[in-house]
């Protein structure tokens, strides 16, 4: 609040969609998921403008045709695929101000489509559902999406050519990514807990930029139950993740036995690329640096970083998740049921 921010406060309309939960084993569910986010948002603003809108303005027509659509039971994508360009529209019109866009998760529904095989089924309704909203729309501010894969130059968003994509490695907006040692400190303290050497061990790690950051999550639940434990679980990723470790080859091995093992490794990295839409070990490690499995230490060149496991904490969830598979590899190796050169 002391800030010249507090200023902005309720200055601009939000739109908010969470796409974290839209997944599902056949296109119908992840359809559904998409339509029951749109259509709590979409509720939330019809109970705002509510008796207040000019009902002879297209934007408010559009806007209530969807929201009747939304209702349905079930509703085939196409007739969603304009349906936060629409409500951009309308909230435009009415508070004569451009609306600031949210997008969290982003790419959880692209990359169940992937996970399930219907992603070439979907992927005309995703290049409209985020160009229509994101490409040349007037009544749009600002828009600000969240993922851990790159907003892609290819495929879904070949035709967005203005957005500006921040990384780990980027210093604009590092101070936001965590909390840094001072702002653990002053929270732990309101809780009558220290930040020691313990806490630090297991939360402490991640480097943002020049920055090094605690895991927010993980220091407010060990605040409130003052037990050192395990918070941090990554669940969004994990059959990306696996998927790509799956082809991976023994260069590849050979670092994550160095990591897995708590020691840095220099890698080939790649952050501007999407796993899904290039295969390659340079986008594999970026998706394992946007995981936030791996931070990264210090950018080597402009084709390669040293990396490491950030913290006790993801070291714990890093053997869990991905150490059968390292096991697997080894023993395709040494069978000869991989071809396994550098």
């Known amino acids: 609040m002391d800030t010249e921010y507090a200023a902005l406060i309720n200055s601009?309309?939000?739109?908010y969609l969470s796409l974290k939960n839209c997944k599902g084993i056949d296109m119908g569910t992840l359809i559904y998921q998409i339509k029951q986010e749109l259509d709590r948002e979409y509720n939330r603003y019809e109970e705002l403008l509510r008796g207040k809108l000019d009902r002879e303005k297209y934007g408010t027509k559009r806007f209530y045709q969807m929201l009747d659509l939304l209702g349905q039971l079930e509703l085939p994508a196409r007739y969603m695929s304009t349906a936060i360009a629409d409500l951009t529209r309308v909230v435009n019109e009415f508070y004569e101000t451009s609306p600031i866009l949210l997008i969290d998760e982003y790419d959880q529904p692209i990359i169940s489509s992937y996970e399930h095989n219907y992603h070439d089924e979907l992927g005309d309704f995703f290049t409209v559902f985020y160009?229509?909203?994101l490409k040349g729309n007037k009544h749009l501010g600002q828009a600000l999406l969240t993922g851990i894969q790159r907003v892609a130059k290819e495929s879904i968003f070949s035709q967005l050519n203005n957005l500006q994509v921040y990384t780990v490695l980027h210093s604009k907006y590092a101070p936001y990514f965590g909390l840094t040692a001072k702002e653990t400190r002053e929270v732990l303290a309101a809780y009558d807990l220290e930040l020691?050497?313990?806490v630090r061990k297991m939360y402490d790690g991640y480097h943002f930029a020049d920055m090094e950051m605690y895991n927010p999550w993980s220091v407010l639940n060990y605040a409130g139950s003052a037990f050192l434990d395990y918070y941090w679980v990554n669940t969004?990723?994990?059959y990306l993740i696996k998927q790509a470790l799956a082809k991976a080859n023994q260069g590849f091995w050979d670092s994550f036995e160095k990591l897995a093992g708590g020691e840095e490794a220099e890698?080939?990295?790649?952050?501007?690329t999407s796993y899904v839409e290039r295969e390659s070990n340079y986008s594999l490690w970026g998706l394992l640096v946007n995981a936030g499995y791996l931070?990264?230490?210090?950018r080597v060149d402009a084709a390669s970083a040293v990396v490491r496991i950030p913290n006790d904490e993801v070291m714990s969830e890093f053997h869990?998740?991905?150490?059968?598979l390292y096991q697997e590899a080894v023993i395709a190796c040494t069978r000869g049921l991989r071809f396994c050169t550098l």
């Open 12 to 15: 601009k309309p939000v739109i």
């Open 131 to 133: 160009g229509a909203a």
């Open 196 to 198: 020691n050497e313990e």
């Open 236 to 238: 969004s990723s994990n």
């Open 267 to 272: 890698v080939w990295l790649d952050l501007d």
């Open 295 to 298: 931070t990264v230490m210090k």
């Open 320 to 324: 869990r998740r991905f150490m059968d």
